[in-house]
């Protein structure tokens, strides 16, 4: 597609310059040309997107403009229910599972007028950091990510112009920084998860993926919603961060950055990094303090332990599919990475759940008086660029210290699902081997338009977030 943001295409749609029609054909003919190779889909809905761009392109030739989204075309990831359409979870499972509805978060696209293209890839359940088989567009032999990472192809691979996906642990986050794009994991209960598959229903967060921080605030301006359907929803203020984007808080300019404490977590929560993703952090500061910020150094913050983050998330995971019953009736369906966790989870005594449940608590309680102290935490998303499909689950060697792959990836993001505050991933810069690096804004309880705010500046200033895909 000719268009790198939707507030571009928005605008040449409503000057006639472009239709729906034509935006969701354009996305299906490179889903045809990319998607053999990059395996971002798993489901195409061509036939109803084309029908459903039709009738958008009716309502504009009578003036009726929706949102910015109307005639937009957006992948789901295949955690979250489409009507009539398939619902796998990236699993055998599922394989021939039919959602009867929508899920909230869908029919909040629908009513904004938005364009469903189709289901994007997931890890299994969403159990992952990588989505197999989906292949990162920059360097086919690495990772997208997990476990949103069939959204953040799919985006990077320009096949639509955004995405929805879930965040756990960081899998919004973290395919976002790996495929070069925007994402935001909202503060929790902001965005529905009624009709989404549970992973762990304390840390499950639905928010979107785009090119940019302004294309992630048009997505989240229209899914923000109190739903009574799902017991963790809260209600909040009005999303309106898009327009804040524009005009800025107390009438400032865009691009001023005046008056907000950037805080830098210190090194023992950081570290380790490779170098070129520190190089990469430390150069984005400079923009930013160019902007008016003032950053605060060396940031104390405890890193809750990934045993602790297991012993939720695990016993959650199990539940919810013992709820099911699949666990019990087709264990043989799952893989066995998937069925090892599982099981893992149905053997966590609950006092060791309820243990950790206490210590995430008092982890939550230092995060918000740290953000009492400044307004956002800046950190680089991942410790290290994409890595290569064959190193999941190994060690891997970051400054001289032995870690494990999936463990490193989840290291930056996890803690901030533990506290349910909103973050947001952007493209920071490339490494010498021309492969993106994210970088993550950490903000209070309901401040997304802060934590975009910063990417927007920073985005406003570089132009890696605009970079093709050679």
Partial sequence: MPYLSIREASEDMRSGMTTPTELVAEALEKIDLLDGEIKAFVTILG???????????????????????????????DIIAVKDARMTAGSQVLADYVSPEDAKVVEQLRKAGAIILGKTNTHEFAFGTYTPPTRNPWDRTRIPGGSSGGSAAAVAADMCLGAIGSDTGGSIRIPSACCGVTGLKPTYGRVSCYGVMPLSWSLDHVGPLGRSAEDCAILFDAIASYDPRDPNS?????????AMLINGPEGRGPLSLQGLKIGLPHEA????????VRQVWRAALLVLKEEGAEVV???????????????????????SHMQKGWLGEKPELYTDRTREHLLAGQKIPAVDY???????????????????????????????????????????RIEGVEVNATVSLLSLTMPFNLVGLPACSFPGGFTSNNLPVGLQVVGKAFEEATVLRIAHAYQQLTDWHR???S
């Fill in 47 to 77: 036939e109803q997107a084309l029908a459903d761009a039709a009738k958008a392109e009716t309502e504009q030739r009578m003036g009726f403009f929706r949102s910015p989204l109307h005639g937009i075309p957006i992948g789901i990831k």
């Fill in 234 to 242: 809260v209600t909040g203020p009005p999303s309106s961060s898009a």
């Fill in 269 to 276: 929560f950081i570290g380790p990094l490779d170098p070129e």
């Fill in 297 to 319: 150094e060396d940031v104390e913050l405890p890193h809750p332990s990934f045993e602790m983050y297991r012993t939720i998330q695990r016993p959650e995971a199990a539940f």
């Fill in 354 to 396: 309820l243990l950790a449940q206490h210590e995430r608590r008092l982890f939550s309680s230092v995060v918000r008086s740290v953000l009492q102290r400044v307004d956002v935490l800046f950190l680089p998303t991942i410790p290290v660029p994409a890595i290569p499909i064959a190193q999941m689950d190994q060690e891997i």
């Fill in 467 to 469: 970079r093709e895909i």
